[in-house]
């Protein structure tokens, strides 16, 4: 009788063993439990910190001088309550950093939403490192974390020029762009706005070092190679990213990132809005345009290759 039941009963347990092991691994599809989540995150922002490295070595980016440059302290935004140092890259979710900093300091008073996009932007209550003395800055250096956001170069271009040039924003619809027009139009006074070609064309007719803000390469305005961020996160996985953030800053837990536009009637600056704009291009513009976001492309690990990028989107 024992061994009828034991016969009955082994193909039924090693059966059980089977589904387990199905359901573990579906789950693990599913769901991402295995393995960890943050040990995935931790993962990627190695990988991440180990390729800019390497890039900052391998083109002697390095500093000797532990001095800070004016520039680079004046992007860096200091929130005390929490030690926390953002660096600010135009059109990487910056309005929604500072609102994030401006709450972070009220202790919640505040929604984000209440916050208008220009407010965030003249605010004196959010401070920059360059409002301290070398000495302090350094200290902050060295206990706070610091955090910097990058977004694929050529996406970034792009949200810039619908963000500045295709608005009533009086400095760059008007002053930037007269000075666009006079570089590429015969009748200066055109009423017409700055086309993309026109747009980019002035941009590779500049030092990288020159250029606005809002264009001007990711890494010359944050110096990766000379400040140790402990967390770099992309525009692309903003969500876990911002997410890690708040965690290692110890942000109250009912605090998220704000995921505010300026102008809400539009799309955001997808890669398929990206690919729209850079076809408009010849081969020549795709290149020196290239060749002057390079540095970001190599830093960041985004795609060099413009065709490759393309080939993403198709």
């Known amino acids: 009788m024992n061994q009828k039941v034991l016969v009955f009963l082994l193909p039924n347990f090693f059966f059980g063993i089977f589904l387990f092991g199905f359901f573990c691994k579906r789950q693990k599809n599913l769901t991402g439990v295995f393995p960890d989540p943050t040990a995935e995150w931790l993962a990627i922002q190695n990988d991440r910190k180990s390729t800019l490295?390497?890039?900052?070595?391998?083109?002697?980016?390095?500093?000797?001088?532990?001095?800070?440059?004016s520039y680079v302290a004046s992007r860096l935004f200091v929130e005390h309550k929490h030690k926390f140092i953002y660096c600010e890259v135009p059109k990487v979710g910056c309005s929604n950093w500072k609102r994030t900093i401006f709450i972070l300091q009220e202790d919640l008073n505040t929604e984000a939403s209440e916050i208008e996009h220009d407010q965030i932007h003249q605010t004196s209550v959010i401070k920059k490192l360059d409002s301290y003395p070398p000495a302090r800055q350094k200290e902050f250096l060295n206990n706070y974390t610091k955090v910097m956001f990058t977004r694929h170069p050529l996406e970034r271009l792009v949200s810039a020029y619908r963000d500045k040039l295709l608005h009533s924003e009086p400095y760059y619809s008007i002053t930037i762009a007269n000075e666009m027009k006079a570089?590429?139009?015969?009748?200066?006074?055109?009423?017409?706005?700055?086309?993309?070609?026109e747009f980019v064309s002035f941009i590779i007719s500049r030092r990288p070092e020159s250029l606005d803000i809002h264009w001007k390469p990711m890494f010359l305005l944050c110096d990766p190679c000379n400040i140790h961020y402990d967390i770099l996160g992309k525009y692309e996985t903003l969500g876990i990213d911002s997410e890690h953030v708040l965690r290692a800053i110890g942000a109250p837990e009912n605090l998220q990132y704000p995921s505010l536009k300026r102008y809400s009637s539009e799309k955001r600056t997808s890669g398929a809005i990206t690919l729209e704009y850079l076809r408009q291009l010849n081969s020549e513009q795709i290149e020196k345009i290239m060749k002057m976001y390079q540095m970001d492309f190599f830093m960041f690990n985004y795609t060099m290759e413009y065709k490759d990028y393309f080939s993403l989107h198709d």
Do not use: H, I, P, T
């Open 53 to 69: 490295a390497s890039v900052c070595l391998k083109n002697n980016f390095r500093k000797l001088s532990s001095k800070l440059d």
């Open 183 to 197: 570089m590429f139009r015969k009748n200066k006074n055109s009423s017409e706005k700055v086309s993309f070609q």
